[in-house]
């Protein structure tokens, strides 16, 4: 049976040896992020900070900082959640392997949320100041709720069967929010309380909303999941937490409110205001700038008795919300032929920030008889991909045929990246959008959460070998040096600063692609990446796919040697170059603070409670 508090979740990954306290007061501006992520990267156990600077309430962070210990949280469930979501999108499946799903009836009781008159998340109020003020990065706009779930209902239909339970960062102090009475509530595109805000901007009238925080584990977990249609959040925090989820309507008005929530932000949002948000170092590894956002205007702070306060820290990838991301596939990965038929597996990267970068494996079909494969059903596949949910948002979707190597590993990415460079044709095999949505937090486009996409579909016999050293007699034109080879058949060249001419490309690319003849030898590579320090770009995989894919926007950073455009379609004879340079308008990067690392350094130390751990 799964916890039924955040407190029962604490205790018994303390009784296990998966939890750590650090019994001295922890600073929330910088310091207690820095120690989370540090331990994260150590693969540490989780953290408790019971004495926090600035607040009454103790923090924990790092609960699911690894699959292991995520796996151990949900241990009694995850098996029969997963029966449960392969029967929402296949519900004949459950005819043919009725012995599978004997699970599901029993986990099917805990799906509808249970009313209930009165509960502890009610017993007390705060002020939003006198919660734990969480700052990630220097240069943070203020402190952020980053493990919020934020619940709202469909103004047309209101109830529980039509809520929304999302991540959507909350912005808790700073900028020009009213001390104490507004939050900002920054939601990215092609979500959820997306379509209950436009409901209620139409209908003239505020949106009731409520940020909750901590709870039942189950509940941070729903909250990130891309569910299939018609199975609510909630509903899913009840399974995977295996007890219904108790809710509490507020005495005060308002929506409902889980009753073993640790906090509740109650307020509404107004459908003309909005104020500015951020900056807010996000998992992209940069800044998200600040934008203007909605505002929810707060009426009450709720918290039960020892309210304890989650939360995470996102940067650079990967990070705590890797293990999201992995939960989230373990779950859905293998229902992707049953939505998208003819699409074996899907892998969004999270190297590269997961949105700018999508691998694919689909079928190769629709000419059997022919005596060359090609790309066909895989371009049909890619649409696809493209037009499912928080899919649309890829940025860089490479798409490879099942056929041409059946075991091919997708998570398996140098693997599956020699796959694709050893059959591409760039003359026929890039697909372009040029004016398109992008994430909101990528900054690599022409506007904001405007950019481009680019579907790389390769199919049929290996064309090419690819080369592992770079060759002597290579010569780059002026400007351009220190080339490295990233991984087989990828080149990293570091080229001059980007400057931009008035159309906002760079003539040095231009020239640097003009420069080859054919025969040259950089034409053995058939990916070329221009980068601003090609030995920190080619020195371990993730850096390559950090700097590659977070660093470019398709339309306007892709540029090939004898490229060309006929009736719209551009290719290009030889290699493929992708300009993947720092540009006036991208984001800045994340940097640690120093004398902040020095102080967790010390807790690492011998006799510190880190010692051993980091």
Known sequence: MGYRTLADCVEDLRKTGRLVAI???????????????????????????PRVKGTAFPMVGNLFGSMERTHFIFRDTLEAVRHLVELKVRPPAALARPWRYRDVPFTALHLLPKKVGRGPILTNQTTLSRLPQLQSWPDDGGAFVTLPQVYTEDPDRPG?????????????SGNRYEPDGEVGLHYQIHRGIGVHHSAAIRRGEPLRASVFVGGPP???????????????????????????????????????IPAEADFAIVGTIDPDARKPEGPFGDHLGYYSLTHDFPVLKVDRVYHRPGAIWPFTSVGRPPQEDTSFGELIHEL???????????????????????HPLLLAVASERYVPYAEVRRPQELLTSA?????QGQMSLAKYLLIVAKEDDPGLDINDIPAFLRHLLERVDWSTDLHFQTRTTIDTLDYSGHGFNQGSKVVIAAAGPRRRGLPTEVPSDLRLPEGFGDPRVALPGILTVRGPSFRADPSGSDPALRAFCRSFAEGDPIGSFPLVVVVDDSEFAARTEKNFLWVTFTRSNPAADIDGV???????HWGCAGPLVIDARIKPHH???????????????A???PGGPLHGII
């Open 23 to 49: 019994d001295r007061e922890v600073d929330p501006r910088l310091e207690a992020a820095a120690i989370q992520r540090r331990v994260f990267e150590a693969g540490g156990p989780a953290l408790l900070f």
């Open 160 to 172: 529980l069967a039509r809520s929304n339970l999302g991540m959507y960062r909350v912005q808790l």
């Open 218 to 256: 189950s509940m941070t977990i729903a909250a990130v999941m891309p569910l299939p249609e018609g199975l609510p959040e909630l509903s899913f925090a009840g399974a995977l937490g295996g007890r219904r989820i108790r809710m509490v309507r507020d005495p005060l008005g308002g929506l409902p």
């Open 332 to 354: 859905t990965g293998p229902l992707i032929p049953t939505v998208l038929p003819g699409v074996h597996a899907v892998h969004a990267v999270d190297a590269a920030g997961v």
């Open 383 to 387: 649409n696809a991909i493209l037009g």
């Open 562 to 568: 004898g490229a060309f455009c006929h009736q719209k």
């Open 587 to 601: 984001a800045p990067p994340l940097v640690d603070d120093p004398e902040i690392e020095r102080r967790v350094d």
């Open 603 to 605: 807790l690492g130390a």
